[in-house]
């Protein structure tokens, strides 16, 4: 019997924060080198996923090949046969397998996903904005069709139906997705029963239900790194000013100031309280990831601290170190070894996906 499938997808991405890394990258990473024993580990660049909303198209290409080499130099292992990378768009298949499954989903379900319904309207919003007019805040779905002709497209729309067939492509049972993309896992497998109830044969393996996703992969312990300047938001890449977010990307010395001038408070006293000392608290919680402890004990360590420049130089001393030996396994990283993976990854991929294709072609009656 062949291995159960864990898939997911991380989109391209030039500009990675430490956030992304430590709260996503690594422990996917981990969990692929972990769980390819006994499983098959897919981890893909949803490439075609890229431009449903709008991009940088010249910058597409750096993006993907800054995802792969960040992978690399986070520790993935490239000579783990039961470990695939590939890139979405290199699979035929998922454009394909996307347009049936579109002919069997209802325009009504769609409309009600909620990641859609947030994107759109932000999109709209900010298109209404640059013309002066006013702002919708109901569904743009439902207020007017025209507010929606610009920006807001058919591909973010069709978002979770490409999703969809990235998943059931594989059969894949086990798919880490934050909270945001539940919904769109829910559909999946709402999508999965249907079609394998009308055609009366199991065109698709049925993803485990978000339950299930949470006792397999140990749900997220709110490992959340939030912004230096405001640490009551996430640090996130799309900040303005960039001065709270540290990026992977970022020179060693520019990330040691930036944690040098992060917010505190006048508490004076180092402690984990993300209730009333949410910057100290983000600081301790960096500190903890680079010198491998949780927070709790990072606290442990500077308990009793009264001034805060000692241990803000501590915590900027550990990322810039971090970034250092970071940055040179980066540029060790072989170019020329990932596309050796890719090419045979894709290939398996190709095989492995068109047979599920040709299944639901032939339920569907395109094929013989
Ligand atoms: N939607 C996911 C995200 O934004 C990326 C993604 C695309 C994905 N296809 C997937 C994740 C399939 C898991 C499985 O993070």
Redesign the pocket.
Known sequence: MSKQVI?????ANNDLTIGNYFGAILPMIDMAKTRADEFQVNLFV?DL?SFTTPIKHDELQSGIWNNLRVFVAAGLPLDQPDIHIYR?SYVPAHSEMTWILDCFTGFGQMARMTQFKDKSMKLANSELQEKGAQLVKANPGDASLEIIDGAVSVGLFN?PV??AA??LLYGATF????D??TQ?LEFTRDIAERLNNKFNQELFVIPQPVKEQHAFFGKDQGLRIMDLQDPTKKMSKSDETGKGVIFLSDTPEEAHKKVMSAATDSEANVRLDWEKQPGISNLLQIYGLLTRKTAEEAAAEWEGTTSYGDFKKAVADSVRSFLEQFQASLADVDDAKISQKLEVSEKTMNAQANETLLNVQRAVGLRA
Do not use: A, E, W
């Open positions: 898939l997911t997808g991380i989109r949803p996923h979405q978002y490409l999703m990235d998943i798919v880490p997705v934050g945001d993309q769109h």
